[in-house]
């Protein structure tokens, strides 16, 4: 480790000593001279830390830097130490049993600290504390905190410290990692020696089993993934605290002073302490970067701070990809070379402790083979016969996955490593063979979970390098607030979720793919199309397309057929077409199937995108799917189902009554006369009855009731819906032009966030909508205050008792300041071809609070009649399509008409407070 140069320029000891040693000599009083004191403390500090600023932003180099201000405490510890001893608090003759020992422990122990780190110590004692040793503790500690610092700390004798750190795993740590920084060494030395002798000796396999189950949960708690969009850069998976843990293995296990020193005595490779030290140097310069940019202890990586750390860090935008895009690439590849070097850490430490392996009952078998599809089984892990046997026959790279997939057993690290560093052998050559493609398609659509064997591949390297064009899309990131895992990681889990789909696990769930999914010719063309659907993101051009011509390319190398290659370009450049349709059309509209099924054109064309588009969507991120979206798809699959089997109007009508059958027998189960269920039955047009479900259909028809019953003008109705973290408002009140309008303010005025929304109305001129809203945390709306406010703000706008246009400007909603950093262009379209009777206006643009009540009641001044809107958002991205006609029931195609509602529209998407910001 290279020394800390000029160290004078960040703090000089000498210089500091003598000003401290002026001031003693003068006559002032104690109280006054600790105030003076502590303002050169204060002054050499800062100068100090600038001094350790001002390098890094020349060299932008953190692990030069957490070591600078690791020296800086360093050196303000021990002078305050001795001026406390010396001026404040003088003994002539101390005692033995008054020596003390000041000893880093913690991340400090280990010399490095970040900006804005803590400080850890330890106050080591001989034995009891002695009145002088809580003098100078105190006088050292309130010195520290009135600079501003953040100090943990223990006053412990060397018995204390032994005794605690077997108890405590998060005290065997901390100590596992001290270093003398001032006073008695002997102390420190008889410290070190016993933690050695009571606390290391014979409790290693404890100690890596305790330190890799609190990794696990630490994993779990930060979502279990290296590649979600906005990673902790300590406790994240594949940060430093992953770092850290193999250095306590190693610094537990084999007593070395770093992780280098297993390098020099052939304990690991060079390569990985290479590895090991490239890595840990790129996630100590982010996190400085961090806290010097945020002004705290920030580990976490926000959208908001990643542009101006990837300009800082020097990466600049490029042809199809964004300096920022580039630098969280770049930092998703060094957390997975962190995984890697987990995996190769965690093997060394179980053959330290030669721990036993945990072999399934029914593995017994099977694990007495000797080979097994030319591999052998170290303990119940799979691994390689011959350390070159990769280097001889590269396909053997393959075969290892497929044959731990199918047989159910891990693979050995060691094993990984060798592929790690064969990866080279990956070439065109080993592309070409029919045997590897054969065993990589039978990875792919293996009935056990493809998602595992995948993701390993993936994470060796082994995928990006036998697919490149998938390479391409590892940690590729997509800079929005909508996508929440990288490309590859998104694929990955699509996978697997059709895996899910196929094995029964989601019925509930996704019902309808669940039961088309086993009517599907071509399994090979359905999996192969899911993990290319995404192939061409980041490049210049439609990924859809692009990726298509990739199908082509890939279908005939991995053994698929002339059709099922057709199929699978076709489904990747189709993949985004049936959830367009599903969520921004109006699917009551007979034109909106008909244009969709001349695409498609074959049930089973339609039965895989079903398939396809749903696993594509669940794997986005675990709050983006929900029941609407799924209702949504489901109902759009058997329309055009019946469409193409020449039967719409007649399948319709026959859901119809069997949803007139369902809710007539659950009524007249609750009570309900004959009279009063054919009433409420002649309510609803057909397009309502086929709209919602069963449950929901009983909730509108008590609702009514009770509404009619007391002839109340207005009935709001909530539901929290837990599960998918939203809240269902329903209102019924009579219809008129600008109501939907009017809820919209009045829900924007009461702080919910309408993500989805759903206009209809009855046969006796009421108005049924529903609307699913959040908080502003993305979170459902359920605080029952809140929700009272939001019910008392309807029937105040409803009646006239509230102007929307003063409460509105009054809140002036401003965005989450870490999402303001994303900017979407404004976006205005209209469309008369896909509608026979209606104009369709496609609303994009930055979401805000109360933009759906601006856009609405600028198409109310407008004069247009909404029939019907289709709410999506998408992140920090909003497309609000509306299906409209003029005064008069037509549609709208006057041109100089359609210009003034892409001017007025286009005006109403303006963020008001921008707006005023410009004025």
């Known amino acids: 480790m290279s020394k800390i140069v000029r160290q004078r320029a960040i703090v000089d000891r000498r210089a500091l000593i003598g000003r401290l040693n002026e001031l003693a000599a003068s006559d002032l009083s104690k109280v006054k001279r600790r105030s003076k004191v502590l303002e050169i403390f204060k002054e050499v500090l800062n100068a100090g830390r600038a001094e350790v600023r001002t390098r890094f932003d020349t060299h932008g180099d953190g692990t030069q830097t957490v070591r600078e201000n690791c020296f800086l405490i360093d050196q303000l510890i021990r002078v305050i130490h001795d001026f406390a001893a010396a001026h404040e608090f003088p003994h002539s003759i101390r005692t033995t049993g008054e020596a003390m020992s000041l000893v880093a422990v913690g991340g400090y122990g280990r010399g490095e600290l970040s900006p804005q780190s803590d400080i850890d110590l330890l106050f ?51 100590l596992l990692e001290m270093r003398w920084i001032w006073g008695d060494q002997p102390l420190f030395k008889e410290l070190k020696a016993r933690y050695a002798a009571d606390v290391i000796s014979g409790s290693g396999e404890e100690f890596v089993e305790s330190k890799l189950a609190e990794r696990d949960s630490r994993h779990e708690q930060m979502g279990d993934t290296r590649y979600v969009l906005e990673p902790n850069v300590k ?80 990466y600049a935008d490029r042809a199809g990809s964004r300096g920022v895009e580039r630098f969280m690439k770049h930092f998703f590849l060094v957390a997975k070379d962190v995984g890697d070097l987990t995996r190769l850490f965690c093997a060394l430490a179980e053959e330290q ?8 009952l029914g593995q017994l078998l099977f694990l007495k083979r000797a080979n097994i599809a030319g591999f052998k089984l170290d303990g119940d892990r799979l691994t390689v016969v011959a350390d070159d046997q990769f280097a001889t026959e590269p396909v053997a790279m393959i075969r290892l996955f497929h044959t731990a997939l199918e047989h159910g057993v891990d693979i050995h690290p060691k094993a990984l490593d060798l592929v790690h560093r064969n990866l080279k052998r990956i070439d065109a050559g080993l592309r070409a063979d029919p045997e590897a493609n054969r065993l990589f398609m039978s990875i792919l659509t293996s009935r056990k979970n493809p998602e595992v064997a995948l993701r390993l591949m993936n994470e060796s390297g082994v995928l990006g390098k036998f697919i490149p064009d998938f390479g391409r899309v590892v940690a590729q990131m997509q800079y929005d607030m909508y996508h929440v895992y990288t490309v590859d990681e998104h694929t990955v889990q699509a996978i697997g979720i059709l895996h899910a789909i196929e094995r029964g696990e989601l019925v509930e769930e996704v019902p309808a793919s669940s039961e088309v999914i086993h009517k599907i010719a ?28 990739v199908a082509l390319k890939l279908g005939p190398r991995f053994g698929l057929s002339d059709e099922e290659t057709e199929t699978v370009a076709w489904l990747v450049r189709e993949h985004l077409t049936m959830s367009r349709i599903a969520f921004k059309r109006d699917i009551d509209d007979p034109k909106t199937i008909a244009d969709f099924v001349a695409k498609v054109q074959s049930p089973e064309r339609l039965r895989l995108l079903l398939c396809l588009t749903v696993a594509d ?119 008129h032009p600008g109501l939907f309008s009017q809820i919209a303010g009045a829900m924007a005025v009461s702080g919910a966030n309408i993500v989805d929304a759903k206009i209809v109305t009855m046969a006796n001129g009421m108005a049924l909508d529903t609307f699913w809203i959040q908080d502003s945390e993305g979170g459902p709306f359920n605080n029952p ?71 609405t009641a600028a198409m109310t001044q407008l004069g247009l009649q909404i029939a019907s809107a289709h709410i999506s958002t998408y992140g920090e991205r ?27 529209l286009l005006k109403a998407l303006e963020d008001p407070a921008s707006r005023e910001a410009a004025q």
């Open 124 to 174: 080591l004692t001989p034995y009891k504390r002695t009145p002088w040793h809580e003098q100078i503790v105190e006088y050292i500690l309130y010195m520290l905190w009135d600079m501003g610092l953040k100090v943990g700390q223990s006053t412990r004798s060397a018995d204390e410290c032994v005794r605690l750190a077997k108890g405590d795993l998060t005290i065997r740590t901390a």
């Open 235 to 314: 406790e994240g998976k594949g940060g430093l605290r992953d770092l850290h843990t193999l250095y306590w293995l190693a610094k537990y296990l084999y007593r070395v002073g770093d992780v280098a020193e297993l390098a020099e005595t052939g304990v690991i490779s060079k390569d990985a302490w290479r590895r090991f030290a490239k890595a840990q140097g790129f996630l100590w310069t982010v996190r400085c970067h961090l806290h010097y940019l945020t002004g705290r202890a920030e580990d976490r990586l926000t959208f908001d701070v990643q542009p101006e750390i990837a300009q800082r860090m020097n």
């Open 353 to 360: 402790q030669k721990r036993k392996p945990k072999i399934r």
């Open 522 to 549: 071509s399994r090979d063309a359905l999996y192969l199309s899911v993990l290319l659907h995404d192939i061409a993101k980041g490049r210049n051009g439609d990924h859809s397309v692009l990726g298509a011509d």
């Open 617 to 735: 969507i669940r794997a986005v991120g675990p709050t983006v799917w929900n029941g609407w979206k799924g209702g949504l798809l489901r109902e759009l699959f058997h329309r055009a189902q019946d469409m193409m089997l020449g039967g719409l109007a007649e399948a319709r009508e026959y859901r119809v009554q069997a949803a007139h059958r369902t809710v007539t027998a659950e009524l007249t189960k609750q009570g309900w006369t004959p009279p009063d269920i054919e009433a409420h039955l002649a309510r609803g047009y057909p397009t309502y009855w086929t709209s919602f479900d069963t449950a929901t259909h009983l909730r509108h028809a008590r609702l009514v009731r009770e509404a009619e019953a007391t002839k109340a003008p207005l009935t709001v109705d909530s539901r929290v819906d837990a599960f998918r973290s939203v809240t269902e408002i329903t209102v019924y009140t009579s219809d």
């Open 785 to 855: 205050a809140k929700l009272a406010k939001l019910s008392a703000a309807v029937e105040q706008v409803l009646s006239g008792r509230m102007r929307l246009d003063r409460e509105l400007a009054a809140r002036k909603g401003k965005l989450p300041t870490r999402t303001a950093v994303f900017k979407v262009p404004p976006r205005v379209m209209t469309d008369n071809s896909a509608s026979s009777n209606f104009t369709l206006i496609e609303v994009n643009g930055r979401d805000r609070p109360g933009l759906l009540y601006d856009l």
């Open 878 to 904: 909003v497309v609000d399509v509306f299906y409209v006609k003029d005064v008069f029931g037509l549609k709208v195609e006057h041109g100089r008409k359609l210009d003034q509602m892409r001017d007025t």
